[in-house]
């Protein structure tokens, strides 16, 4: 079938079927880690959701128990950090940086409201519920959910320790990746303004790399 075409050619073929099948193979895992997540949240959240002392349940974001019977699971965000290499590399660090904790986020919701956060993570081999709070973050990330709408299945926040900040990170079809600071106190506000680059992934990695290593 491919006899007639010349050595470069079909070297050529070849890396564009290792590449295409290389990211198939990607996807089905990012699939599969997703599906598992879900199915984690959904097996553990009435378990955890029992846990909220009695008569303490408006601090966890519920106004009373009966509340737990019409919960539904919301879009999971992936908790993604800056490497140690971050902070110590005196050259402009990239995506490559980025990297995961292993963990996600996964709201509970009531008539399409969150209330409240599980975190998922993989434990010998499954995923499953380890803590169940933030009711603030919850509905920081559903305000930030009707500002920026997406049709994604999933969502990634970069979790900045140093900074006791929390970004999401946004890759629309066919756009840079954009970064949204979440926290409505953080840290780069007093430094930034209304000016913190969210149209630049790397000049937000610059300069939140340069607000760390000055403080």
Known sequence: MFNHLKPNTMKKIILIIVIIW????????QDLELTGVIAAAKAGSLEYLQKIPVNQEPSYGFSSRAEFASITIGKPYQILTLSKEFFADTVMPDEKYIISTGEWLVPLLINGEYRIL??????NGQFEVVALGGAVLAKTLENFENLHHSYSESGMLLRVYQM?????????????ARIYPLNTLNLLSTEFGN?????????????IRSFVVHQ
Request: hydrophobic content about 45%; glycine content about 2%.
């Open 22 to 29: 290389v990211s198939f193979l990607s996807a089905s895992a």
């Open 118 to 123: 599980l975190t998922v993570c993989m434990i």
């Open 164 to 176: 006791s900040s929390d970004f999401v990170l946004v890759s629309p079809e066919g756009e840079h």
């Open 195 to 207: 000016n913190f680059p969210t149209d630049s992934l790397p000049k937000a990695l610059q300069a």
